[in-house]
């Protein structure tokens, strides 16, 4: 099954076609990257999805950048599984590691976030896997309702702590990815979060129904409007395979032997 990201990359020409997994003509100079859900830290488990958000944006973010090769985010979720079930922390450094090395990443960004009203701050390391140094860290904080600037110093300090120097071409090139997929609010994002989640348990009606909200409040940001539509489709496919499955088994109780 294609991930939700590389689905979408495919679904329009504007989105870097570099989140969509590896090519043979770039191996030996991009830089495997994964981006883990970020660590809910506020205390309130009405943010216990916002981290998937802030991960799937931080992912589209950096597949604006040529250098970085990006582990899908459902081939992430499979690897995740179980240490979802047991609510691990992956801002813990061992535990990243770990986890990167089973990703087959080189590079791991892990991130934890405290939301206090009205402000949010946001803590990102960039690990090495192969010998578990912390290369980058970084922290912003801000308004809760001002999230696209806080993406933006984020990104700018994971490309850097990945060494790799961007052109004023390549730095425009990620400004313009970023505010095609702009989401300012707090509340916004956590809609987003859980429509994620419901749809990476296979619960797409219950996605599309989480992103009315997302619609609503961003209706310009090109990754919203793609991701509804991936999983309204999902959703029409399911409701025909479970239409599919009753009529199929309304034939067999028909000739079924008394």
């Given at each position: 099954?294609?991930?939700?990201?590389?689905?979408?990359?495919?679904?329009?020409?504007?989105?870097?076609?570099?989140?969509?997994?590896?090519?043979?003509?770039?191996?030996?100079?991009?830089?495997?990257?994964?981006?883990?859900?970020?660590?809910?830290?506020?205390?309130?488990?009405?943010?216990?999805?916002?981290?998937?958000?802030?991960?799937?944006?931080?992912?589209?973010?950096?597949?604006?950048?040529?250098?970085?090769?990006?582990?899908?985010?459902?081939?992430?979720?499979?690897?995740?599984?179980?240490?979802?079930?047991?609510?691990?922390?992956?801002?813990?450094?061992?535990?990243?590691?770990?986890?990167?090395?089973?990703?087959?990443?080189?590079?791991?960004?892990?991130?934890?976030?405290?939301?206090?009203?009205?402000?949010?701050?946001?803590?990102?390391?960039?690990?090495?896997?192969?010998?578990?140094?912390?290369?980058?860290?970084?922290?912003?904080?801000?308004?809760?309702?001002?999230?696209?600037?806080?993406?933006?110093?984020?990104?700018?300090?994971?490309?850097?702590?990945?060494?790799?120097?961007?052109?004023?071409?390549?730095?425009?090139?990620?400004?313009?990815?970023?505010?095609?997929?702009r989401i300012d609010?707090?509340?916004?994002?956590?809609?987003?979060?859980?429509?994620?989640?419901?749809?990476?348990?296979?619960?797409?009606?219950?996605?599309?129904?989480?992103?009315?909200?997302?619609?609503?409040?961003?209706?310009?940001?090109?990754?919203?409007?793609?991701?509804?539509?991936?999983?309204?489709?999902?959703?029409?496919?399911?409701a025909k395979e479970?239409?599919?499955?009753?009529?199929?088994?309304?034939?067999?109780?028909?000739?079924?032997?008394?």
């Amino acid at each position: 099954m294609k991930s939700l990201v590389l689905t979408l990359v495919a679904a329009s020409a504007l989105v870097s076609p570099r989140a969509a997994g590896p090519r043979a003509d770039r191996k030996a100079v991009a830089k495997t990257v994964a981006v883990l859900y970020f660590d809910n830290n506020t205390g309130s488990t009405d943010y216990d999805n916002l981290g998937r958000g802030m991960a799937s944006m931080m992912i589209t973010d950096l597949s604006a950048v040529k250098d970085i090769q990006l582990v899908e985010r459902e081939h992430m979720q499979d690897v995740l599984k179980e240490q979802e079930s047991q609510r691990t922390k992956y801002f813990d450094q061992s535990t990243a590691v770990q986890t990167g090395k089973l990703l087959g990443a080189e590079y791991i960004v892990t991130g934890a976030f405290i939301a206090v009203q009205p402000s949010m701050r946001i803590d990102t390391r960039v690990i090495r896997v192969d010998n578990g140094a912390i290369v980058k860290t970084a922290k912003v904080v801000g308004n809760q309702d001002s999230l696209f600037a806080l993406q933006q110093r984020l990104a700018d300090s994971l490309v850097e702590g990945l060494s790799i120097a961007l052109s004023p071409e390549q730095r425009q090139q990620l400004r313009a990815q970023q505010e095609r997929d702009r989401i300012d609010r707090l509340s916004t994002m956590t809609s987003y979060s859980q429509a994620l989640t419901l749809f990476d348990r296979g619960d797409y009606p219950g996605a599309v129904e989480k992103m009315q909200p997302v619609m609503r409040d961003a209706p310009n940001s090109l990754v919203v409007q793609l991701t509804y539509n991936e999983m309204k489709r999902r959703a029409a496919d399911k409701a025909k395979e479970k239409a599919k499955d009753k009529i199929t088994g309304g034939i067999r109780s028909i000739f079924k032997k008394p």
